[in-house]
Nanobody, 115 residues
């Protein structure tokens, strides 16, 4: 069964940290480009970060220096370490695998940053 399962979301105060995990199964994880997206209420889904098969990374400007994406191919898992969280980071976070023949999306995990 091809699937991605996210975990690690929750409620955190501004300035706090969370680590999201996305566990993959049913496809060749090591060959996939892995992406994290987020979607806030009333807004479009946006690409937050990605990591290539060889570990190259990209981040959207608003999370640079605060978020870190990483992958463990042995565990078929991609992570998003989020530090110094801000209320604007509140959203449902999704992971996505860019793979063949079809891309795969996870179900999402809620991150709420509030005091």
């Amino acid at each position: 069964q091809v699937q991605l399962v996210e975990s690690g979301g929750g409620l955190v105060q501004p300035g706090g940290s969370l680590r999201l995990s996305c566990s993959a199964s049913g496809f060749s994880f090591s060959r996939a480009l892995m992406e994290w997206y987020r979607q806030a209420p009333g807004k479009e889904r946006e690409l937050v970060a990605y990591i290539t098969r060889v570990g190259g990374t990209w981040y959207m400007d608003s999370v640079k220096g605060r978020f870190t994406i990483s992958r463990d191919d042995a565990k078929s898992t991609v992570y998003l370490e989020m530090n110094n969280l801000k209320p604007d980071d509140t959203a449902v976070y999704y992971c996505k695998a860019v793979t063949y023949p079809d891309n795969v999306w996870g179900q999402g995990t809620q991150v709420t940053v509030s005091s």
